[in-house]
């Protein structure tokens, strides 16, 4: 018996000096892997290749002479390999610009005024798009007189049928900027591409890019070069890494000036417009230290669950929401089915401010 045990714990060192050196293979093998992705990276290239994967297992299959079984050899190789190419995402990801570090402070970016970003979340609010002055004026008298000091309102509208209303274009945008001055309100607007962004800057106070145009990359670079706040909503068929990479290209210009968006994602689901992604707005804000806000009209395209979900995005750390409202939404030229009218616009700010304090408003319970 103790020859057995002198022979187990003899086996037992040996076995941990090889566990040692597999370790120190390990580690020598990341660190080459590592140098590797930043090479592909820099290459624009992908960083799984399934052929040099299938090639490289051929080659340990010929090598191995056992009693380590083929398939067992395989299995492991493949553990090694996927987790090298987690290491280059992550890797990759911790170059970004817009990545949060230790110690990293929130960016907060302040328009007119009201800090977003900050401890309190905020209200970004209007018509889908700007049809009259009368309509954007009396809309924005009724959003004011509930506290809304952000006015959304789309003069060039992006939609699926060309046959369907395209917005009013720069006189939309002259109607927006006239109104909200009178309001003392900042406009929030969106710009469809590069040709447009001189226009609409000299009109908006914020810039949104919408959902068909998050992987317009040419139009990010040029956005990237403005010193006006981006509000970038997340592509309806995009990933959380994408939405972030997205919002990096606007970063790489010098463009620091970001809120990200989440608006809801395209699924199988149809009682919603789009599925809104809660999920999205902690792991935002724990990868960027970027302000998030949830525009819970887009991802709902409904109304009567509105105030459940708005509530929800603010508990999961939204800095803001974003929703459409109208002063007569049955006359809508667009989205007439999820814009609030003055009573539910009223109704749900109300319900709100039982729950939160807002940054731009002086009162209400403690968040």
Known sequence: ???????????????????????????????????????????????????????????????????????????????????????????????????????????????????????????????????SYDQIWETASQLNNLGVRLLRGGAFKPRTSPYSFQGLEEEGLKLLRTVADEFGMGVVTEVLGDRDIELVVNYADVIQVGTRNMLNYSLLKELGKIRKPILLKRGFMATIDEFILAAEYIYLGGNTQIILCERGIRTFENQTRNTLDISCVPILKKETTLPVIVDVSHSLGRKDIIKPIARAALAAGADGLMFEAHCDPASALSDADQQLDPEETKDLIDYLTQHFVFGDRKSGPAR
């Not at 090889?18 to 020598?28: C, F, P, R, T």
């Not at 290459?43 to 799984?48: E, P, V």
């Not at 290749?49 to 493949?78: H, W």
């Not at 230790?102 to 979340?121: C, D, F, L, T, Y």
């Open 1 to 131: 018996m103790e020859s057995l045990k002198e022979q187990l714990a003899c086996l037992r060192r040996q076995a941990d000096q090889i566990n040692e050196k597999i370790l120190d293979a390990l580690n020598e093998f990341f660190t080459i892997s590592n140098q590797i992705g930043e090479v592909k990276e820099k290459m624009k290239m992908a960083f799984y290749d399934p052929v040099r994967e299938s090639e490289m297992l051929k080659e340990m299959e010929a090598k191995n002479k056992g009693p380590l079984s083929q398939d067992k050899m395989k299995r492991i190789f493949r553990e090694i390999f996927a987790a090298s190419i987690e290491e280059m995402i992550m890797g990759e990801q911790k170059r970004l610009k817009i990545s949060r570090l230790p110690g990293s402070k929130n960016s907060v970016i302040e328009v007119r005024g009201v800090s977003i970003g900050a401890e309190m979340p905020v209200i970004i609010a209007g018509p889908c798009s700007v049809e």
